[in-house]
């Protein structure tokens, strides 16, 4: 009976385990899970590496063209810095937004040729499928990143060229892919066709893209655009990038409430991706 005893707390101790052990295997495999979507996704970029230069011509034409008169013009007050390096990171942000924001008509091709039914039949969880396709979002704006990093630097953009930095400019740009792939894989799941996403895409692009302060300070804005801003998401990925792409002095706490703001958004896109996700199918 004593060795009973001893042996019950053993055995209870070892049924307290075991959830947690469920629980470290379940989140593995739902990171294992987005990582295989994510490099399905990017696969596809081996087959048409071409695409992410003709993606790249629209921001360079931004930086050399509007970037370079407004420098010139001094028309928009920007303190310290020139006109082109206010503009270098909300550029980088826009290349972001543009490249992430159509990423939701995939989804539709996929439901098309029957890859969708498939992703939806299998054990793994929503939320790693939609994880999965907005790190691959963030693996294409990467790229746009080096590119719009060598432009700038030729432009004369006086960039910050500390790992810590770079490191955090990196997972800015996975965050804002995620945030906008996913918002625009949701507007996929609503619309349900190639013809009303392509619509209603474009009629998003502009307004978040000029309702931020990629290419103006917030200050020079009308009170009611002000407002419009502090509610987009694209204002607070502007202004981490601008801290951390441009040399000079930056303050991590600043820094460090831009990348929170933008974790909760990508959080809540997930889970709505997740809810949404199945509806495509219907």
């Not at 500390?162 to 945030?179: K, T």
């Amino acid at each position: 009976m004593k060795r009973l005893e001893h042996d019950a707390p053993r055995s209870g101790s070892v049924n307290v385990a075991l959830p947690r052990e469920n629980l470290w295997t379940h989140w593995m495999d739902f990171v294992r899970t987005s990582v295989i979507i994510a490099e399905l996704e990017v696969r596809k970029l081996s087959h048409d590496p071409t695409d992410l230069l003709t993606r790249a011509v629209q921001p360079v034409l931004w930086l050399l063209i509007f970037g370079q008169v407004f420098t010139q013009i001094r028309a928009i007050p920007t303190g310290d810095l020139s006109y082109i390096e206010f503009m270098a990171p909300g550029i980088l942000a826009q290349s972001v937004l543009f490249i992430s924001i159509f990423y939701g008509i995939a989804v539709i091709w996929e439901r098309d040729l029957g890859i969708l039914q498939k992703f939806l039949a299998s054990p793994a969880p929503r939320a790693s499928l939609v994880l999965g396709k907005s790190l691959s979002a963030g693996v294409r704006a990467l790229s746009q990143a080096a590119i719009i990093y060598v432009v700038s630097a030729l432009l004369g953009v006086k960039l910050n060229w500390n790992p810590l930095a770079i490191a955090g400019v990196i997972i800015l740009v996975f965050l804002g892919a995620g945030i906008f792939s996913t918002f625009s894989l949701i507007i996929a799941c609503l619309v349900k066709t190639r013809e009303r996403f392509m619509g209603i895409g474009q009629v998003l692009t502009m307004p978040l893209f000029f309702a931020s302060n990629a290419i103006y300070p917030l200050t020079i804005m009308p009170t009611w655009l002000q407002v419009l801003a502090l509610l987009n998401p694209l204002t607070y990925l502007v202004d981490a990038l601008r801290s951390l792409m441009l040399a000079g002095d930056w303050e991590p706490a600043h820094v460090g409430l831009d990348a929170l703001v933008l974790s909760v958004v990508m959080c809540v896109m997930v889970w709505l991706g997740a809810r949404m996700y199945p509806r495509v199918a219907i």
